[in-house]
């Protein structure tokens, strides 16, 4: 059973620059989950996939964008990077939602300069 | 804001019982309580979960109280390689959300 994998491991932009970040479900997994963890702080839930469609959001700007694929792996899109937006991104994978049990990748982390 | 409340740090010597213990006195009937642990540069890794009743499982055990307000995950003989931040979350239908967490120091 292959687990949840991330890509790029890091990363580095500019201000104002676009990236867009990578990750394989683990298999059987349908929803797909984006986390912004900054510097010693919790996770902070971005929103989450199911089948293909947005099922919930948290408090992100619409420049924070995602797609899921019909194989279940997704991109999170960021616009517009601000200085803040330097986090650990992580993604989630689970059966059906993040009332699940949420299998985690190991993140990328972005610094935006 | 996160909804649950954990002390933000804690120590526990090797071989000894670690108890950690989280508020939720805003959880709902039906959500569920989920602990994750997170270990330094990794992604956090689910330990357990309950809704009513105690849980156990080969990382920990899960203490609910009766009017499910608070919790208590027992890490029941910790090792140096369970030093990580734990948290304890409450998740909605289309939600989650994740507090500070309890840095946990296992010391030799």
């Known amino acids: 059973e292959t687990g949840v994998t991330q890509s790029p491991t890091h990363l580095i932009k500019t201000r104002g620059q676009q990236v867009t970040l990578r990750c394989s479900s683990q298999s059987g997994h349908n929803t797909v989950s984006w986390y912004q963890q900054a510097l010693g702080q919790g996770p902070q839930f971005i929103f989450q996939?199911?089948?293909?469609?947005?099922?919930g959001r948290g408090n992100f700007p619409p420049r924070f964008s995602g797609l899921q694929f019909p194989n279940y792996s997704s991109e999170l899109n960021v616009n517009a990077l601000e200085l803040d937006d330097s986090a650990l991104y992580l993604c989630a994978s689970s059966i059906t939602g993040v009332r699940e049990t949420q299998y985690f990748g190991p993140g990328t982390r972005l610094l935006v300069l | 804001d996160a909804k649950t409340t954990q002390p933000p740090s804690m120590d526990c010597a090797e071989g000894r019982a670690a108890n950690l213990p989280c508020n939720h006195s805003t959880i709902s009937g039906n959500e569920y309580v989920y602990w994750y642990r997170q270990i330094h540069s990794q992604g956090p890794q689910y330990i357990i979960h309950?809704?009513?009743n105690n849980e156990t499982n080969e990382m920990a055990s899960l203490i609910i109280t009766e009017d499910r307000k608070s919790s208590t995950l027992i890490l029941p003989h910790a090792t140096l390689r369970d030093t990580a931040v734990y948290y304890c979350i409450e998740t909605s239908y289309d939600k989650v959300i994740f507090g500070p967490g309890t840095s946990l120091s296992v010391i030799p």
């Open positions: 309950g809704l009513k």
């Open positions: 996939y199911y089948r293909e469609e947005e099922n």
